[in-house]
Nanobody
Framework: QVQVVESGGGLVQPGGSLRLSCAASGSIFSINAMGWYRQAPGEQRELVAVIASGGSTNYADSVKGRFTISRDNAKNTVYLQMNSLKPEDTAVYYC??????????????WGQGTQVTVSS
């Protein structure tokens, strides 16, 4: 089994910053892509940012220039630095990890989600 645990959410004023962290553990041989998704009330879950094992990144247009995704392969951890936050960034943020486990099988795992609220 693979466990994915997020942290770092909270309440922040518009224009503020937050940093989310996500650590994967368990039956992990290697980790491929790691990413962040978000889901606002009444909306579908959407991709925020993804980072490949080699470090290439992709962002949703709505967060380009404000959010930065990074990873620490030694710690099996992915981060999301969020700057210039807007009320429309309010959502539950989910971490997604694609791994190859010790049985050499690909496995996708999700975290439990962390709430980010941007409000004055």
């Amino acid at each position: 089994q693979v466990q994915v645990v997020e942290s770092g959410g909270g309440l922040v004023q518009p224009g503020g910053s937050l940093r989310l962290s996500c650590a994967a553990s368990g039956s992990i041989f290697s980790i491929n892509a790691m990413g962040w998704y978000r889901q606002a009330p009444g909306e579908q879950r959407e991709l925020v940012a993804v980072i490949a094992s080699g470090g290439s990144t992709n962002y949703a247009d709505s967060v380009k220039g404000r959010f930065t995704i990074s990873r620490d392969n030694a710690k099996n951890t992915v981060y999301l630095q969020m700057n210039s936050l807007k009320p429309e960034d309010t959502a539950v943020y989910y971490c997604n990890v694609n791994v190859m486990n010790f049985l050499r099988r690909r496995q996708e795992s999700w975290g439990q989600g962390t709430q980010v609220t941007v409000s004055s």
